[in-house]
């Protein structure tokens, strides 16, 4: 029965049908799909804000009074279709595999953008304990895994403490998101000395407002981080940031 088992482990899987146009057999997104919905397009280098115009920052960012802990931000994709539904399978429905091509993406955007570096370290945005016990896992740090895998970088798991999680934040706007999560990271007291002197990136699925990886990045810095960047998978499209409906 062992030899057996062996032999067929060793059999491929069945062709795949692509999960945005059902083409077969195909990845889960298609090549066709990803060049369609997953254009290399212009964003501001601190928010990853989608730039109508070829200027390195958004109108936001240049004005901004108080600067955030995050000084540059990569997102894949924006945060509509098809990424969203994808993104909400991924998260909420115990489709861990998604991190494989979904980070996938996201190391194809960094390498484009020449985002990383071999001396930066991968840490993913953390989730609180409760949090973990109901999905079963972090995907910010699924995704941290693939991209550590696909590029070579040391990814730590442990170096971010969530201390309290927030109210449902997707709704929020900025300055009830910024103040909810006041004090809610820190770095974790055994792995704090590790980050001194980093250079770091943060891993995480979606950003809308940037408060979670403003105070995260904030920790970081608290704990001796030299830079502090943030990847991530998708952006929240601008007009959505508040809770509208994205264009």
């Given at each position: ?129 409760a949090r973990l016990a109901q999905r079963g896992y972090n995907q910010a740090w699924e995704l941290c895994r693939v991209i550590g895998r696909r590029t070579g970088l040391l990814a730590m798991a442990e170096a971010l403490v969530r201390l309290r ?83």
């Open positions: 029965m062992g030899v057996l088992t062996a032999l067929l482990d060793r059999l491929p899987g069945p062709p795949a049908i692509c999960q945005v146009c059902g083409s077969w057999p195909a990845e889960p997104v298609c090549a066709a799909c990803r060049l369609r919905h997953a254009p290399s397009l212009g964003r501001c280098g601190r928010c990853a804000q989608l730039l109508t115009e070829s200027a390195s920052l958004c109108a936001e960012c240049l004005t901004a009074t108080e600067p955030s802990s995050v000084q540059r931000c990569l997102a894949a994709v924006d945060y509509r279709f098809p990424w969203d539904g994808l993104i909400g399978r991924f998260k909420f429905r115990g489709e861990s595999g998604w991190a494989a091509p979904l980070g996938d993406l996201m190391v194809q955007c960094a390498t484009r953008q020449d985002f990383l570096a071999p001396d930066m370290l991968l840490v993913p945005v953390p989730v609180t304990p999680d927030a109210p449902d934040q997707h709704h929020l706007p900025r300055a009830q998101r910024l103040g909810n999560l006041q004090g809610a990271f820190v770095a974790h007291p055994l792995h704090a000395s590790g980050l001194a002197g980093k250079r770091v990136v943060l891993i995480d699925d979606v950003r809308t407002t940037g408060a979670t990886l403003h105070h995260a990045g904030r920790a970081l810095v608290q704990a001796g981080a030299i830079e502090v960047r943030a990847l991530v998978l998708a952006r929240t499209p601008q007009g959505a940031e508040d809770g509208r409906t994205p264009p």
